[in-house]
């Protein structure tokens, strides 16, 4: 494996990712969290743009580092959390979950570098412009992007339903 | 002009009253509903008095004619007629009294508030009657036999708020339908075997030789026991002095004129049938006998002037089976026909009594009716020398006629009974007429209206000499053995026979005078004397009592116990099935917590063990 | 004619319309949905009468056959949406729409939720004409699971007192049929591949592939059990007892009316029809099964303290006679089946309509509270006696020619047998008159006098009913002509 | 640059988020492991569409509506969450077993 910028580019990143996520599991404190989290959105946002996908990492930001963990700090606000100061124990359940996940990432991983699919010969790379990803979407994905369309609105709807306070009788 | 049309002429009429008597139950005034039936069954006389004549004078049989009802197997099931001169005579017969009823009933009924439904359901019966008795196939007899049937089974229960009408009615519908069975398996067998349901058919397949000779047997007996229950023989005879319950024109017309009969008519229109078997011949001769002597002991003893009358129909019946089984076909048909004119005379003559009584039905109870209605008595009284075989009277032709095809049948301890139940017939019935009308008793009467005593005149004139259509000439016979039974011409006849005959019954006459008409004996004595005996024929051999502890409490009990069986057993396996799987799921709902990690764990670690399990099934399998 | 094959499949789902229309109307207008439910079923019953009178009865097999493929995986293996009809199904059909229509009207007496439950009713009708219409196992098997689920919210929601055991035994019950039913109708795919009716018969009598038979029969043997449930034969029978008893009017005017007859058509569509050979092989057993039915329940009903249980019993031993048409495995006996089908139909509906009427004046049905209600209720009475004589076999109604043709075709193959079933009309009238009189007959308890008689909207369809009754015992042939055909391809395979 | 790895990061992510998602007592949290598993996904959709043996715009279009799925995700979510607040007082996972058998 020949060290060169993409290389290096994507260590950082994915480091960060990682660590962003770890540190979300470990935390104590919610906000805490939510801030890390929103540090592993930004990571892979970076790594979009290593695989020529500028425009799905602007969304990203403005998504998920923008929109999901602002909604995430709010719906953290609007409920009361008992800060995990203490640390809680060490469960069976715990032990069990970190087995079980274990081994499902080890089957991944085992898939991943054994299947021949994946890892034999010269990996061919395309290159888009984000033109390209327009005409997809309009033409070929018209009907899905309509129908995804109506969706967002129903949960808009949806979550301003629920959300709204039940007026008592 | 075609005939055939006659025919349903004869029939509709009734039908038609029956409809239009149901539609317009509410409307219809008791004037026009008995104006409707009178009329109806007036004209189904009138056009059958039409048939007799064109049958009397063409001397042979009158064009039948069929339609298809049904097709079985591609074979065609007709409906038709079929006038042979048994069946016109018994169409006379039929419309005759039932007209003659219908008149009766519109003086007898009228204070009854659902008048127009105990019409309707005479109209009802004497189209059905009408029907059986011109039908020339065995579905169709079995149709309208059942529905005589039911008629009868509903005007028994006429007075359904009385529970012993109620309970008449349902042993009515039940016991014959015991016998019904036997003639539906028959009609099936017979279909089975033939192909077909036509007479003419089973007559050809027995002439021909198809059938053997267990079969015939078979068949007979089968089509007999129908016979039994419908005419009220021995086994099967109880249900009919319990019909009793109902309205007395109704026993005049089903239980003592018509439809009892109707089992003596089904056994001489398949009389070749039994014929062709001996051991059938003897069993309708057996039972025959020994009901018509039966009934006579149990007459001796009853209270209820409907049920004298009435055992004297069951013994009167069992006479003529007892013809029928010594090969007097003429003889059967000719007291057929005499005894549906004595008989119906009889009932309606004991219904003017009741009437005039107050309904009172107990002789005990009455006595001196002579001096308050001399006509009545006189009417009674033809009937009952009629019924007791007195010359001139009609009864006396056809009983002598039956003992001597007994007789000359060879059957000489039948015979015996038959002069035994001759004399007790005399004595039992004279028995009812002293105590109904000599004594001093002064009783209070009510007034008989003339529609009740004109339709009894006209019987009473015909029971006095309907003898002579058969004697001297044997007129009846030489029209009846048209259709083609040339065997059953009667023996010549015996002359000490009739004279027998008319001793036994003046002994009976007599001494029923000397013991009930001027009181020389004490009947009370005589009962004190052998008092089990008396008992025993009160209580009616106690067969009631008997088939209610043999085959009712059986079949109560067992249906009791498969109640159990069933609630518990095969019930009880159902509900263990369903609490097993009920446990079986609130031990599954344990498992269910409510944690969704929980789940979402153990789908995470299924899923790794399933695919750890796939992957080490491909490397070492 | 190319629109009559649409007729079908109009007919099935000619329901639904009324259900569309019902949602639309507001939760609380009881009286609106009872008019809408009412006139929902008469679509159904009017192209009905067109089937029958474009119903050509000297054409063998399915008639007005529309088929589309469906479902199909690889070339081999298709299901196709085929509705069709034929001789045993026409009355059938026809016996649907008419019961339902009487039903929807009798449905009077259900006051709650009534816009749940004319919808649910009238899914019920669809799931029952597409039962009779459908033309292979697949479709079949679907919409009579659709009048399963509906019959048990049906019963569940409005029954009598202890309606949750009754509809949760029924559903236990007839989801175990549908499983055998399930297993063998997957087994006969595999082999087949078709469900269709024509298709499988005619693999049946080439059997193309080799095929063990040991495979035939379990196939056969679990289709019998399905239908063996839903008729039901002993001893499946006991949901049904309770289903009678606690299911509202309607309901089981159609349970015992029509979704029985659904066993009796599977047996006669897929035992005679497919298996007959096989049948002809156990017919002793079917024979056995059926005078026990016949019997049995003669027995119990004899001594049945309750209206509602002695005509369920009397169910039960009619269903005998209907089973010893079909295990004659003769033209005649399995005429006099189909006959027993739809005359015990329009009986046995009229019968729990009558009980229901009764019920609601009375609110009681226990023989011994019962008695001379003739007095104070002359027509209801009267027409109980009229279904009382049918039940009982009387000629001139329908009752009688069906069980005697039923009978007569046992004769022809099994006089023995068939004598010994016979006793079961005596015992028939034993129970039906003690029933009836117990009911009607009698001195009349005060508490009753003041009952008032039914009115039209009860009568009405009563008197229809007994219209149907008469017409087909006075005329069979009106019956007989349509499924003779049928009947006659159906025997021949059979081969005797 | 190789495929795998960056398949080999997503199946990290996705782990951790697994964990989180099994593991979190804290409803919130949850939320939050389920958006990092989505978001572990779209890069093996984008990854896919870049490295894969027929790379196409496809992966990333796919992408796209997945992130517009979960966003309508999270505020459901979200929606969700506040209304069980509300009702039960607590946004611990393990207080929510009204789905108890």
């Not at chain 2, 089984?325 to 005379?345: D, I, N, P, Q, R």
């Not at chain 2, 004595?427 to 109904?436: D, E, G, P, S, T």
């Not at chain 3, 202890?162 to 509809?167: G, H, I």
């Not at chain 3, 029933?435 to 009568?459: C, H, N, R, S, Y």
Request: charge should be positive; hydrophobic fraction near 55%.
């Amino acid at each position: 494996m020949n060290i060169n910028g993409e290389f290096i580019a994507f260590f950082i990143f994915s480091v960060l990712a990682i660590g962003g996520a770890v540190f979300m599991i470990n935390l104590t404190r919610v906000m805490h969290m939510a801030l890390a989290l929103a540090f592993t959105f930004f990571s892979i946002a970076g790594l979009y743009v290593l695989l020529d996908a500028p425009f799905l990492a602007v969304i990203q930001i403005l998504i998920y580092t923008g929109a999901v963990s602002i909604l995430m700090i709010f719906g953290i606000m609007l409920t009361k959390h008992k800060d995990e100061d203490k640390v809680a124990p060490f469960t069976v359940h715990k032990l069990l979950s970190l087995l079980g996940v274990g081994g499902f990432l080890a089957i991944v991983i085992w898939i991943i570098y054994r299947n021949p699919f994946f890892s034999t010969g010269e990996p061919q790379a395309a290159a888009f412009k984000v033109t390209d990803l327009g005409k997809a979407m309009f033409k070929t994905y018209m009907i899905p992007f309509e129908v995804t369309s109506i969706l967002l609105l129903v949960a808009l709807i949806g979550a301003i339903v629920l959300a709204k306070r039940e007026e008592k009788k | 002009m075609n005939k055939d049309w006659f025919v349903l002429l004869v029939l509709l009429p009734p039908l038609l009253a029956f409809l239009l008597m149901v539609a317009g139950r509410r409307i219809l005034s008791k004037r026009m509903t008995s104006l409707f039936g009178v009329l109806s069954t007036g004209i189904s006389l009138v056009f059958s008095l039409v048939l007799l004549v064109s049958s009397l004078r063409s001397g042979v049989s009158l064009p039948d004619w069929e339609f298809t009802w049904l097709t079985l197997d591609k074979k065609p099931i007709q409906f038709g007629v079929t006038l042979q001169p048994l069946n016109v005579l018994m169409l006379v017969i039929v419309s005759l009294v039932s007209f003659l009823v219908h008149i009766y009933s519109s003086g007898y009924m009228k204070d009854d508030e659902r008048f127009t439904v105990f019409y309707s359901y005479l109209a009802l019966f004497t189209f059905s009657m009408l029907g059986l008795v011109i039908s020339p196939n065995l579905l169709q007899i079995y149709i309208f036999w059942e529905l005589v049937g039911v008629c009868s089974f509903l005007l028994v229960g006429f007075w359904y708020f009385k529970p012993e009408a109620k309970r008449a009615a349902q042993k009515a519908f039940i016991v014959t339908r015991i016998g019904d069975i036997g003639l539906f398996i028959a009609i099936a067998m017979i279909f089975a075997k033939i192909g077909s349901f036509e007479l003419h058919d089973l007559k050809g397949a027995i002439e021909a030789g198809k059938l053997s000779s267990g079969m015939i047997t078979l068949f007979a007996i089968l089509i007999f026991i129908g016979a039994v229950g419908k005419s009220g023989q021995f086994p099967l005879h109880t249900w009919l002095p319990d019909a009793m319950e109902g309205p007395t024109p109704v026993s005049a017309l089903i239980h003592a004129a018509t439809m009892v009969a109707a089992g003596v008519y089904l056994v001489a229109n398949t009389f070749w049938l039994f014929q062709a078997s001996s051991v059938a011949m003897d069993v309708i001769a057996y039972v025959g006998g020994f009901t018509a002597i039966f009934a006579a002991t149990i007459g001796i003893a009853q209270t209820d002037i409907k049920r004298i009358l009435a055992y004297s129909t069951v013994s009167q019946l069992g006479y003529m089976m007892l013809a029928l089984g010594s090969v007097g076909y003429v003889a059967g048909v000719f007291h057929l026909m005499t005894h549906a004119f004595f008989k119906a005379l009889l009932f309606l003559a004991a219904g003017a009594v009741i009437v005039s009584l107050h309904h009172e039905q107990d002789i005990r109870k009455m006595g001196g009716l002579w001096k308050k209605n001399k006509g009545l008595g006189w009417l009674f009284l033809i009937g009952c020398l009629s019924i007791a075989g007195i010359p001139p009277f009609s009864g006396f032709f056809s009983k002598d006629e039956i003992l001597l095809s007994v007789y000359a049948n060879g059957r000489y301890g039948l015979f015996i009974v038959g002069v035994i139940a001759a004399f007790l017939t005399a004595f039992y019935m004279f028995r009812l007429f002293f105590k109904v009308f000599a004594g001093s008793h002064e009783p209070k009467t009510a007034r008989v209206p003339w529609s009740m005593t004109g339709p009894m005149i006209v019987l009473a004139i015909l029971s006095a000499v309907a003898g002579f259509i058969q004697f001297p000439t044997h007129f009846l016979e030489t029209w009846l053995i048209t259709g083609g039974m040339k065997s059953l011409h009667g023996p010549e006849s015996i002359a000490w026979i009739p004279v027998l005959a008319v001793i036994v019954s003046l002994l009976g006459i007599s001494l029923a005078y000397l013991m009930y008409g001027v009181n020389k004996w004490d009947s009370r004595r005589v009962a004190q004397a052998v008092p089990w005996l008396h008992q025993c024929l009160v209580r009616k051999y106690y067969v009631d009592e008997m088939y209610h502890s043999l085959i009712v409490l059986p079949l109560k009990g067992f249906g009791w116990l498969l109640q159990v069986w069933d609630r518990y057993v095969i019930d009880g396996l159902v509900q263990l099935c369903g609490w097993i799987s009920m446990r079986v799921g609130k031990i599954g709902s344990t498992l269910q917590n409510g944690q969704a990690q929980t789940y979402a764990l153990i789908s995470v670690v299924s899923f790794v063990i399933l695919i750890v399990s796939l992957l080490a099934g491909r490397l070492f399998g | 004619m190319t629109w009559s094959q649409w007729l079908p499949t109009l007919i099935t789902f000619s329901p639904l319309l009324g259900v569309l229309v019902i949602w639309m109307t507001p939760r609380e207008k009881a009286t609106l949905h009872r008019m809408m439910g009412i006139w929902a079923t008469i679509p159904p019953l009017v192209l009905a009468w067109i089937m029958y009178s474009q119903f050509d009865s000297t054409y063998v097999g399915m008639q007005m056959k529309q088929a589309i493929t469906w479902i199909q995986v690889a070339t081999f293996w298709k299901i196709s949406y085929s509705m069709g009809v034929d001789g045993l199904s026409m009355p059938l059909v026809f016996l649907t729409g008419l019961i339902s229509t009487l039903a929807a009207v009798a449905s009077f007496l259900i006051r709650e939720r009534t816009k749940q439950y004319y919808s649910l009713f009238l899914l019920l009708e669809v799931g029952m004409l597409g039962v009779f219409l459908a033309n292979n196992l697949f479709l079949f098997f679907i919409f009579f699971e659709i009048t399963l689920v509906a019959a048990f919210f049906l019963v569940g929601i409005w029954g009598y007192f202890d309606k949750e055991k009754a509809a949760n035994q029924f559903l236990l019950y007839n989801g175990l049929g549908s499983g055998f039913m399930l297993l063998a109708m997957i087994a006969l795919f595999r082999l087949t591949g078709t469900l269709d009716y024509l298709e499988v018969q005619m693999w049946m009598q080439s059997k193309a592939s080799p095929v063990s038979p040991t495979l035939l029969w379990i196939i056969f043997i679990s289709l019998l059990v399905a239908f063996a449930i839903k008729l039901p034969i002993f001893p499946f029978h006991t949901w049904m007892l309770r289903m009678h008893v606690e299911a509202p009017t309607p309901i089981v005017m159609i349970h015992s009316g029509i979704l029985l007859k659904m066993g009796a058509y599977g047996l006669l569509r897929f035992g005679v029809g497919w298996f007959g050979a096989y049948m002809k092989e156990i017919a002793y057993i079917l024979i056995a099964l059926g005078l026990i039915n016949i019997l049995y329940g003669a027995v119990l009903a004899f001594v049945q303290k309750e209206l509602k249980r002695v005509l369920a019993y009397s169910s039960i031993s009619h269903m005998g006679i209907l089973l010893l048409g079909i295990a004659s495995l003769t033209t005649i006996g399995l005429q006099g089946a189909i006959f027993q089908a739809v005359s015990h139909g329009l009986i046995s509906a009229l019968m729990f309509f009558i009980v229901g009427s009764l019920y609601e004046r009375t609110k009681t049905t226990e023989l011994d509270r019962l008695g001379g209600l003739a007095r104070s209720m002359p027509v209801l009475s009267g027409i109980l006696m009229v279904a009382g004589l049918a039940l009982l076999g009387l000629p001139g109604l329908s009752g009688f020619i069906s069980e005697f043709l039923a009978f007569l075709g046992l004769f022809q193959v099994h006089p023995e047998w068939a004598a010994v079933g016979s006793i079961g009309l005596v015992l028939a009238a034993v129970y039906t008159l003690r029933a009836v009189l117990k009911t009607t007959f009698g001195p009349i308890k005060d508490q009753w006098m003041g009952l008032e008689d039914i009115q039209i909207k009860e009568w009405l369809p009563m008197f229809i009913l007994v219209g149907f009754i008469a017409l087909i015992g006075v005329y069979p042939k009106l019956l007989e002509e349509s499924i003779q055909v049928t009947l006659y391809q159906m025997v021949s395979k059979i081969g005797g | 640059m190789n495929i795998t790895s960056y398949l080999a990061l997503a199946a990290i992510l996705f782990s951790i988020g697994l964990y989180g998602v099994i593991t979190k007592r804290n409803a919130v949290m949850v939320l939050f492991s389920i958006e990092l598993m989505l978001n572990a996904v779209n890069i093996n959709l984008v990854a896919f569409a870049k490295y894969g043996i027929f790379p196409s715009i496809s992966g990333q279009v796919f992408s796209l509506f997945s992130i517009a799925i979960a966003a309508a995700e999270a505020a459901v979510g979200i929606a969700i969450l506040i209304a069980l607040y509300r009702n039960k007082g607590t946004v611990e996972a393990d207080k929510y077993n009204s789905m108890k058998g």
